[in-house]
């Protein structure tokens, strides 16, 4: 889930921290990507006629197909990618995932009842919401990843982390998830829609997180209590808090201590805290992850040349793939690869701090896009209105 519309927040506030661009922007970037968020979206983007793509054998191979044809084309516009996995979740996300798994349950009851009386965009709806992530597929993919020779690194505990860690460290650009509590974790860079398919035409999103919290005019820790004042994968919401008067509270009180402290206090009881509201848990879960440090062996990552026979054993002689694709497919590995190793400059040279006059010009520029924001919707607003007020012809 992530962070429930942080990605508004810091666009209405913050616009400076986002940047979009094509893919091709990012040659000769390292980034650490989010694996099992990526999985999770080739299994459920990645169908024909509505259902998942099946093997010979009725084996579901949806995550091998994206994860194969998505990292070619990273590697082909430059980018080296390191995929990070999941490891198990902390004890405090217990909460949200029994709720994913009594939605994914309902759904399958749902899709069973669509396949008998619904329609068939009635049995995709559902087939789509009753998608799991298992072992077996994680495994699938870090096989797949060890043949096409392309490294992986298992996470102690949430992938978002590590990405953030390596990133943090100088081991990679980037950190790359959909997930936009990645930036809770640290990261400097999150970039998003980097493994979508080519046919959506996103444009990649590269949020910065010092400008983010430069615009939003908050440290790293008010950062956090306004994400979990937004609704994370860690706690309940608090109900009627949504994106604006979550960054007031914040903004007014500076911590959650004191806006839980308001709220109880609030003669109106406009607010009510949930019970046993762990927030302090939450923060200390973002704050101190449970990572691998980037020095660690399992993060001395390399990128390898793929093992075409391996490959063709695989996803071939197993999966049911087309030889002469996945050949191609491995042929291209082996040149963008090594034509990926030259390097930018920007990896020689280490950022310098911004000077107090040029945080204020920032500080000015960030203001202005805000207003501009603000009297284009309202110019859009009064349009629409005055639309309507016109007599419609008979």
Not at 140 to 168: F, N, S
Not at 347 to 364: C, I, M, Y
Request: hydrophobic share 35%; with cysteine.
């Amino acid at each position: 889930m992530g962070i429930k519309q942080l990605y508004q927040v810091i666009a209405e506030n913050a616009p400076d921290a986002i940047k979009t661009g094509d893919i091709k922007q990012h040659f000769g970037r390292k980034v650490a990507i989010d694996a099992s968020m990526s999985i999770y979206s080739f299994m459920i983007a990645v169908r024909s006629e509505g259902q998942q793509l099946m093997s010979d054998t009725g084996e579901t191979t949806s995550h091998l197909m994206g994860m194969f044809y998505r990292t070619l084309r990273m590697v082909d516009n430059g980018i080296k990618p390191v995929y990070v996995f999941d490891g198990a979740p902390p004890k405090l996300k217990s909460g949200e995932l029994a709720k994913r798994s009594a939605r994914k349950s309902e759904a399958t009851e749902a899709h069973e009842e669509a396949k008998e009386t619904g329609t068939a965009e009635d049995v995709e709806k559902f087939s789509r919401r009753t998608v799991r992530v298992t072992r077996e597929h994680n495994a699938e993919c870090k096989k797949l990843m060890k043949l096409m020779g392309v490294p992986y690194i298992d996470a102690p505990t949430e992938a978002e982390a590590q990405c953030a860690a390596l990133a943090r460290a100088g081991k990679v650009y980037a950190a790359a998830s959909e997930d936009m509590d990645t930036l809770c974790f640290e990261t400097p860079i999150l970039l998003r829609h980097l493994t979508f398919a080519e046919q959506r035409k996103e444009p990649i999103q590269e949020i910065h997180l010092n400008r983010a919290l430069e615009g939003l005019g908050m440290d790293r820790n008010q950062f956090i209590d306004l994400c979990i004042l937004l609704g994370c994968d860690y706690l309940e919401p608090i109900p009627k808090v949504g994106p604006n008067t979550a960054l007031k509270l914040i903004r007014e009180h500076g911590s959650l201590e004191k806006v839980v402290e308001y709220m109880e206090s609030d003669p109106k009881k406009k607010f009510t805290v949930p019970e046993d509201w762990r927030y302090q848990d939450a923060r200390e879960l973002f704050i101190k992850p449970d990572v691998r440090d980037a020095d660690h062996p399992d993060c001395d990552f390399k990128w390898e040349a793929p093992d075409v026979e391996g490959l063709i054993d695989f996803l071939v002689r197993d999966k049911g793939f087309n030889e002469d694709r996945v050949r191609n497919g491995a042929a291209r590995l082996q040149k963008n690869l090594k034509s990926a190793q030259q390097s930018r400059l920007e990896g020689f040279f280490k950022p310098v701090a911004r000077t107090d006059e040029e945080k204020a010009s920032l500080k000015r520029k960030n203001d202005e896009k805000i207003q501009e924001q603000k009297k284009r919707k309202k110019d859009e607003a009064k349009a629409k209105k005055e639309a309507k007020a016109k007599p419609r012809a008979s």
